[in-house]
């Protein structure tokens, strides 16, 4: 007998190349069959999943979930579960001195799986700025609490904004790099510079510090030091980081994603690889409520729902380095699922700069199950970047 029968749904599971209608049974927190005709007798409880799209629990690769420590930071579970995903990433909202309210205070308090990074800040984005003085990096305490807490933390960030580039330059980023590479960990780098006062080209020194299995985040970005140069063009660091095996991260976020930005990089040859948020509190009222929505954007500049798919489980999982457990819906495998809704319509859409983008189909939540347990996502009117088209 089956713990759960999502029944009737057409599965889209890009890490094994699947797709179709199938059944798919969940037992003791772990994807147990999948085939079609799944009797409902088999099971103790089945949900008629008809019409909708069965895949992987989604992942959002940025994400600040330090809830109550940080300004920015949200209640997991709002952009998790009650939000279509399952895994969250959290991308360095705490440093080596604020970074064990992490496994104290937000894990054991949400239902959301919660993989965090640690800000190469010592005290991670408490404040912003993050880094205003050179007491801002602790490395050796960085060190020490990633030992600390080995096992839990998945790997180092900084942002190349100013003015930690300016008191710093790119000292700031190889001390970050070192920490994550003797620790055999991720690093990850936030680019685009809000400020706007740091030499944008900074990306061009940047970019060869990566190594395969670094993640750049906010690949789109509006902002100076983005990977297009003044003139629109791709500069030549940013195709051979990804040739060489660096992840390229879109993390929306409330100022670091433009729809002209990313047509334009796609066009020169350069896909990214993840879709995220960047979900902070600030965030969710405008213009960032949940991954489901970024992903309709992807939609918009024309990506097919296998390929958004793809980069909102298979590759993030990849990227985080939990292929073997998250990302995938095989027989074994923990029962981490995101039933959604691909809802035709007129919808508009829009960016971080408000171009607008008209969509005539939308993801919507309809339920996640984390580890075998069901929630019921909400999805209810958004204050801004997503209404119907009334033109």
Not at 19 to 46: F, N
Not at 348 to 358: F, H, I, N, Q
Request: proline share 6%; glycine share 10%.
């Amino acid at each position: 007998m089956y713990d759960l029968v999502l029944k009737g749904g057409t599965l889209v599971d890009p890490s094994q190349g699947l797709r179709g209608r199938q059944d798919v049974a969940i037992q003791d927190g772990k994807i147990a069959a999948i085939q079609a005709g799944i009797s409902d007798e088999e099971a103790t409880r089945v949900i008629d999943v008809s019409g909708k799209i069965v895949a992987p629990g989604l992942i959002d690769l940025h994400t600040h979930v330090l809830d109550s420590f940080t300004r920015i930071g949200v209640q997991a579970d709002l952009g998790g579960v009650y939000a279509g995903v399952t895994t969250m990433v959290d991308a360095g909202s705490a440093g080596c001195a604020t970074f064990a309210a992490m496994p104290r205070h937000i894990i054991p308090n949400c239902h959301t799986e919660i993989i965090p990074l640690m800000h190469i800040c010592q005290t991670g984005l408490a404040t912003t700025p993050d880094i205003i003085a050179e007491s801002a990096i602790d490395f050796e305490g960085t060190l020490r609490a990633v030992e600390q807490h080995r096992g839990l933390v998945r790997g180092i960030k900084c942002r190349m904004v100013s003015p930690a580039l300016e008191i710093f330059g790119m000292e700031m980023p190889r001390l970050a790099k070192r920490a994550a590479k003797e620790n055999g960990l991720k690093f990850m780098a936030h680019i685009g510079d809000p400020e706007e006062r740091y030499d944008p080209n900074v990306i061009r020194q940047l970019l060869p510090i990566m190594e395969e299995g670094d993640i750049v985040t906010h690949f789109f970005t509006t902002l100076p030091g983005g990977v297009l140069d003044a003139n629109g063009k791709l500069v030549p660091e940013a195709k051979e980081a990804a040739d060489r095996g660096v992840w390229l991260d879109t993390a929306h976020g409330r100022q670091n994603f433009g729809f002209d930005q990313g047509r334009r990089i796609i066009d020169q040859g350069l896909i990214p690889h993840c879709i995220s948020t960047d979900l902070t509190t600030p965030g969710r009222l405008n213009p960032v409520h949940g991954l489901v929505e970024i992903m309709t954007r992807f939609l918009g500049l024309g990506f097919t729902v296998e390929q958004v798919v793809t980069m909102c489980t298979a590759n993030p999982a990849k990227a985080i380095g939990e292929d073997h457990r998250l990302g995938s819906l095989a027989v074994g495998r923990q029962a981490d699922v995101s039933v959604l809704e691909l809802r035709e319509g007129d919808w508009v859409v829009y960016d971080v700069p408000g171009e607008k983008l008209r969509v005539d189909k939308a993801f919507l939540p309809f339920v996640t199950v984390k580890r075998g347990q069901v929630f019921a996502p909400e999805f209810g009117p958004r204050p801004w970047g997503w209404e119907p088209d009334r033109a």
